[in-house]
């Protein structure tokens, strides 16, 4: 990377993202660095006290920082520019995606179709795609433009990538599936996999009911490693615009995720269950099949939604409860053994003063 101050500051304030302060000149920018192993030539962020020290220690050329921090960084080395914002994490996502993200030119496959590449002669491959060694796009599919099918990856008959996506290694897009523009799926990650549908008979034998439905991916989506997302039985699952997947994630037939999700590591929802907008989920949350989530809820603590939720706001446990309800029934069980103590302790001394009265009498 070697990239002028005032051109990243420009392409921020493009963005939406204003970086506060002074650009004495210019300074050519050598690189994106953690501030803890930073030094001349790194632009770095900070957003805490604990990170500015290290500004101060190892002088780094530039800092993009919060704006609390202002005071703190008035003591910074005369050669480290200081640029202020109320978004340190959003202008950090922003200018590492733009000038230092993972460069996948550097694996040195030549383009646009390695030789080892199977690709059937009736695909359509965008400009700019590049299909990467042993790969193997179907009959009937399209890749759009700019696209990387990376090693090993499937794409099947009829299925469809939009722009700017990216299919990691060992990944397969099923058949008939739809993906939307700047797509990423991760290595191993399967879209449109078999659902699990089964009837089963007399004798309790499984008899698998084909699903013949697709997957539906909205723009900007990112799937993680080794996730599945199951096709429907005959019409669509669907994963809205925006939402991203940690790895380790199941989807199950028929189900509807809305946009601008956070699913993290080992979400898991059932068949036929519906997720709205901006719904955030925390490690091993689970949803059963044919209930509803709400928008804007968040789910933690591996929450196990049961039942539907329709109200906005933060749910734990199994089965889910509102946060300020599992807090109170949490510090309720902590004290069960204390609890038990105290009503032995009563019951003996009930017992004793009730033996007293009889010898009394």
Known sequence: ??????????????????????????????????????????????????????????????????RGLRDTLAAASPATIVLLTGQVALAHAFIKQRYAARDFDAAGWEGPIHPSAVVHPTAVIGTGTVIEPRAVVGRNAMIGARCRIMSGAVVEHDARVGDDSIVHPNAVIGYGCRLGNEVVVGAGSVIGAEGFGFAQDAKRRSHPIPQTGIVVIGDRVRIGANNTIDRATYAETRIGSGTKFDNLCHVAHNVEIGEDCLLTAMFCIAGSSRVGNRVIASGQTGIIDHVSVGDDVVLVHRAGVVKDIEQAGVYASLPTQPMDEYLRNTAAARKGAELRRRVADLEQRLEQSQEKNTQQD
Do not use: H
């Open 1 to 66: 990377m070697n990239t002028q101050l005032s051109a990243i500051v420009e392409a921020c304030r493009e963005a939406g993202l204003v970086l506060e302060g002074a650009v004495p000149g210019d300074c050519e920018v050598t690189g994106i660095a953690a501030v803890q192993d930073c030094g001349v030539g790194d632009l770095v962020f900070a957003d805490k006290p604990a990170l500015a020290a290290f500004v101060l220690e190892r002088k780094p050329s530039v800092v993009v920082a919060a």
